[in-house]
């Protein structure tokens, strides 16, 4: 039986894919652009927000309340590279550069979309 610190080890060494996500109202079409560190539970934790009448984005948060659940779906649209892990590494930067490049292609803002344009 492995000790408390292995396995402390073990999870260290677990790679959650790292990178862009997209929420789509299938009701009106409009998309919500997203980066994150865990694809795995980012689905899960923006429906809990959602639910909750919490999720940082209004415009979505109110399309939620308006069509419910059952009218939105989850993609992951693109991942970091991670054949080369580093566990101790921060890789906020890439997904961030991710992010913007979808953001700039898909253009998710005004009729098409929940996010807000960057100044």
Same mark, same amino acid.
């Given at each position: 039986? +492995? =000790?408390r610190q292995?396995?402390?080890?073990?999870?260290?060494?677990? =790679?959650?894919? +790292?990178?862009?996500?997209?929420?789509?109202?299938?009701?009106?079409?409009?998309?919500?652009?997203?980066?994150?560190?865990?694809?795995?539970?980012? $689905?899960?934790?923006?429906?809990?927000?959602?639910?909750?009448?919490?999720?940082?984005?209004?415009?979505?948060?109110?399309? $939620?309340?308006?069509?419910?659940?059952?009218?939105? =779906?989850?993609?992951v649209v693109?991942?970091?590279?991670?054949?080369?892990?580093?566990?101790?590494?921060?890789? =906020?930067?890439?997904?961030?550069?991710?992010?913007?490049?979808?953001?700039?292609?898909?253009?998710?803002?005004g009729d +098409?979309?929940?996010?807000?344009?960057?100044?």
């Amino acid at each position: 039986m +492995k =000790t408390r610190q292995e396995l402390k080890e073990d999870y260290k060494k677990l =790679t959650h894919p +790292k990178g862009v996500y997209k929420i789509t109202c299938t009701a009106n079409g409009k998309i919500f652009l997203g980066g994150s560190p865990n694809l795995d539970s980012k $689905w899960s934790n923006a429906q809990f927000q959602l639910d909750a009448h919490s999720h940082p984005n209004s415009m979505l948060q109110a399309d $939620w309340e308006e069509y419910g659940a059952d009218n939105f =779906t989850f993609e992951v649209v693109d991942t970091l590279d991670l054949k080369d892990y580093d566990p101790k590494k921060n890789y =906020t930067a890439e997904i961030n550069e991710l992010e913007a490049m979808y953001l700039e292609e898909l253009q998710p803002f005004g009729d +098409k979309g929940y996010n807000k344009m960057k100044s």
